[in-house]
């Protein structure tokens, strides 16, 4: 076991998105993901020679969406560099690339967890292209080759080396993926790779001024691999400290099978990529009238959401939470918010029911059977204590869903199932559980009080579901005593 308790941890990364524009980066290429091998691709995503390419302006409007979501300054004199490599998956030889001017400068990203709360600062996003896919275990003899997609969006945002736990990694990436979706620029699904992250790592003695000399993971796409990799290196790094050793500026590779991190390369031979301004397109200058359109026609952000749901909705922070995950779903509340200033009932409903049949039946809730109105007229029920929640929930929902159409109030009186508040009923309920049970009665006198619950359940059954609990409850108490 690797002593690391006196090390913290430093970590920087570098997340990928990749931007759902229907054509690719710089040609008319179809940049959908999924679509059978090399169908995707022309002589300009192939990079023949006398092509030329020529910029999508969705990439730069979606790059500057993320910008002003982040608070980035949008750098309106931005241009592009070749970066050149030899790959198999990389015909051109090089990649298009913002390397001295990117599009977005600086920026933060809000974190909270458990035992953190704080900003990660933002260097800057740029605009690339993604690489083609080297497929190895398809075939036993050769590696295939993919170029679908070569050419496809991405952007690159680039943090401050400022997180200091897995657990504030696991946070920043949800988040992320949550505004990317907010914004409409990305999927954000890990598992196809639409976002991807880079993660560098560094350890350095507590309280030490100095960050320590850092190895990078490539390419992790799930955040529990950027946990399993953090974790590990930080281990294999304090092994290494502890023994007298120094860490050498690796690139390492993670391998989800094994949970261990191995060198790609070493800075030693580290790639000279020779940038240089990319001749074949010209630098963009970007007027302050599209820079500011952008803006804005940008959506509510989650963020601020959260605010108004916590703050003017009075929501606890779980539920603001849960229905500030999509947007799609905290739009939803929001239409059925201007109907019914009953926020938490309504919160309820839509973490307890609507969500869960949307789920279940794979619809997107802007979908969902039955209309604003009769979802804030069913909360009601509850709150005039017309139908006891249970009974609502269990009961009158799945029939509402049946008869889509039917007022909450019709369908619960003829269901039988408005709750009577009708004292005598309950009264005379009470009176004969009491009168039923002689032994439970003694004994709760005597000091058993947690039998409430036992009286509880047999007169609510006993009313069918139609008891008011709170009266009930009342009431047993009263003449139990
Ligand atoms: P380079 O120019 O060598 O690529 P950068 O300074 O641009 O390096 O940083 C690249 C990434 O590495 C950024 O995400 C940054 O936050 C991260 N990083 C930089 N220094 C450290 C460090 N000491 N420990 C962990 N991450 C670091
Ligand atoms: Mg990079």
């Known amino acids: 076991m690797a002593e690391t308790s006196t090390y913290e941890t430093v970590i920087g990364l570098e997340v990928h998105v990749q931007l759902a524009t229907q054509s690719k980066a710089f040609c008319a290429d179809d940049a959908a993901f999924g679509a059978a091998p090399n169908t995707h691709i022309s002589a ?9 390419p020529k910029l999508n302006e969705k990439q730069v409007e979606f790059a500057i969406r993320l910008g002003h979501a982040i608070g980035s300054e949008i750098n309106a004199n931005n241009s592009f560099d070749r970066k050149n490599y030899f790959y198999a998956d990389l015909p051109k030889g090089y990649q298009l690339t913002q390397d001295r001017a990117p599009i977005c400068i600086g920026g933060k990203v809000a974190i909270k967890g458990s035992n953190f709360n704080k900003e ?22 050769h590696s295939l080759i993919d170029l679908n997609r070569a050419g496809v969006p991405l952007l690159e945002i680039v943090t401050e080396p400022d997180f200091r736990s897995p657990e504030e990694v696991d946070v920043f990436m949800t988040t992320m ?34 960050y320590g000399e850092r190895c990078e993971v490539k390419n992790v796409n799930s955040m529990r691999f950027a946990r399993q990799a953090i974790e590990f290196e930080v281990k294999r790094q304090a092994n290494i400290l502890n023994a007298g050793g120094i860490i050498k500026r690796n690139t390492l590779n993670f391998d989800p099978a094994t949970g261990v991190t191995s060198p790609l390369r070493e800075k030693e031979d580290a790639n000279d990529y020779r940038y240089f301004p990319a001749p074949d397109l010209t630098p963009l200058e970007l007027s302050s009238e599209f820079i500011e359109k952008i803006k804005t026609n940008l959506p509510p952000l989650p963020a601020v959401l959260y605010q108004q749901f916590t703050k003017d909705f009075a929501l606890s922070e779980y539920n603001a939470n849960l229905l500030t995950q ?6 939803f509340f929001l239409r059925l918010s201007e109907q019914s200033k009953n926020y938490t009932g309504i919160a309820n409903l839509l973490i307890n029911k609507v969500i869960p049949f949307a789920n279940e039946q794979k619809i997107n809730i802007s979908e969902f059977p039955l209309s604003a109105k009769a979802l804030t007229d069913f909360v009601q029920l509850i709150e005039d204590g017309k139908v006891s929640s249970s009974l609502a929930y269990q009961r009158l929902f799945p029939a509402l869903i049946e008869s889509p159409d ?13 709750q009577d508040g009708d004292d005598d009923f309950v009264s005379d309920l009470v009176d004969a559980a009491i009168a039923n049970n002689p032994d439970k009665v003694k004994a709760y006198q005597s000091g058993k009080k947690n039998l409430i619950g036992f009286f509880m359940g047999e007169i609510v059954r006993a009313s069918k579901g ?14 139990l005593s």
């Open 120 to 141: 990660i600062r933002i260097h800057h996003v740029h605009m690339e292209e993604d690489a083609g896919k080297s497929i190895h275990d398809l075939d036993p003899k």
């Open 44 to 52: 300009i995503s192939l990079g023949h020679p006398g092509t030329l």
């Open 406 to 418: 039917a007022s909450p109030l019709a369908l619960a009186e003829k269901l039988n199932m408005i």
């Open 326 to 331: 999509e947007k799609a779903v905290a739009f």
């Open 177 to 210: 993926r949550q505004l990317v979706r907010y914004l409409e620029i990305s999927d954000g699904n890990m598992e196809e790779g639409s976002l991807r992250c880079d993660v560098n790592i560094s350890l350095r003695k507590k309280g030490a001024a100095e």
């Open 466 to 479: 139609k008891a008011d609990p709170k009266a009930v409850n009342a009431l047993l108490r009263d003449k």
